[in-house]
């Protein structure tokens, strides 16, 4: 009994030494796996964290104004080299993939690769890659709905016999626009009762609103780049190069020899735009004037008087208080041509981007891996 107690005994403790064996080697195990999980989510997160760093600099300075520790040749990828981020070593590089940023950089989206490489006592490494994207000030002007554009309807239209045109069709665009675009029903049916000169029908866009060019009249006049026009005024109305915003308030002449203009032009409600006024009252642009781009006319009339100005891009009427019962005068006696020209709505973009300069870029998609660098 006694001897088959000792050899029960001596099985168990076998099998327990064997078992705490076993216990041991997983918790080994275990704790070197738990070891490798933290390293391998510390170089990730380092790996993150330098990219972060290096987009809000970006964003901070924008990317034209980064140190050359970060951009020296926009055609080429550049690596950045910081001490360490969290604890590990890393290498940063940053690819444009937008070969045409030099000669577009308003109407595409501008878009950047940064890669960043992170490592964790020279064993364990991540690799990250993402992709970002800038979309400009310049995507707060609302699309062009047509050549003339009516969001808030009108109170009375005047017409100088057919001495006008208004026309949709850029035959440089891949779409057309129509001649004027209205928000509702009634005024289609108000504007059609005059003898207008008009390349194709008038559309009803239940979705035309003024809110959001009331939003970016807000934006671009409180930036210090707009320009506003409160007298006599010779300098130019911004170029192809660099279209600008222009605000024209009260009694402006343009004395200069501005034959053409760029970008977006808002004529305020303490404004009234004529042609060409004699009296010397109102804004008056002498000579063949034409602009290239968006002119807004914030509870203001349309050009009345003689000439021949060229608007080519858009016009916008608009009424910035919706419960306002003045009513809104829309004059189109004199020679006026008014164009949806796709270039137009590229002008007023750039001349929106020139202005306010916010370029903020926004990631779209990462990708991340690890590897164990060496046992």
């Given at each position: 009994?006694?001897r088959a107690m ?48 290096v ?16 951009v ?30 030099d000669?577009?950089?308003?109407f ?8 960043s ?78 003898d ?8 009803v ?147 929106a ?5 916010q ?17």
């Amino acid at each position: 009994m006694g001897r088959a107690m000792l050899i029960i005994c001596a099985g168990m403790l076998v099998a327990l030494g064997i078992v705490a064996m076993g216990t041991s080697s997983q918790g080994k195990l275990m704790t070197e796996k738990t070891v490798e999980y933290a390293q391998k989510t510390q170089a990730l997160n380092a790996a993150h964290t330098a990219i972060q760093i290096v987009t809000q600099e970006i964003n901070k300075k924008g990317i034209e104004n980064m140190d050359q520790q970060y951009v020296d040749d926009r055609n080429s990828s550049n690596s950045w080299t910081p001490s360490t981020v969290n604890s590990a070593d890393i290498v940063l590089s940053i690819e444009f993939l937008n070969s045409d940023w030099d000669t577009n950089p308003y109407f595409e989206e501008d878009k950047l690769r940064v890669i960043s490489k992170a490592t964790i006592d020279n064993k364990y490494e991540a690799n990250v890659k993402s992709v970002y994207v800038v979309a400009p000030f310049s995507n707060l002007v609302p699309d062009f709905a047509g050549a003339l554009q009516l969001p808030t309807g009108y109170g009375s239209l005047s017409v100088d016999g057919n001495a006008h045109d208004i026309n949709g069709t850029d035959p440089d665009c891949s779409e057309s626009r129509p001649p004027i675009a209205v928000n509702n029903s009634q005024t289609k049916d108000g504007l059609q009762s005059h003898d207008l000169n008009l390349d194709g029908d008038i559309a009803v866009d239940n979705q035309l609103d003024y809110e959001p060019t009331d939003e970016l009249i807000a934006r671009l006049e409180n930036s210090e780049n707009a320009t506003t026009v409160t007298s006599d005024y010779s300098e130019n109305l911004g170029t192809a190069e660099k279209p600008g915003v222009f605000f024209i308030d009260g009694q402006v002449s343009l004395t200069g020899q501005q034959s053409e203009g760029y970008g977006i032009m808002v004529i305020k409600d303490s404004a009234h735009m004529d042609y060409e006024d004699q009296d010397g009252n109102t804004v008056s642009i002498r000579g063949n004037f034409e602009f290239n781009g968006l002119v807004i006319f914030e509870n203001a009339q349309l050009f009345d008087g003689s000439g021949t100005p060229t608007i080519n891009g858009s016009v916008l009427v608009g009424d910035t208080d919706p419960e306002d019962t003045n009513e809104i005068e829309v004059d189109l006696s004199g020679n006026i041509s008014i164009n949806y020209t796709c270039a137009g709505e590229k002008y007023a973009k750039m001349g929106a981007a020139n202005t306010v300069k916010q370029n903020k870029y926004t990631r779209v998609v990462s990708s991340e891996e690890t590897s164990l660098v060496k046992n």
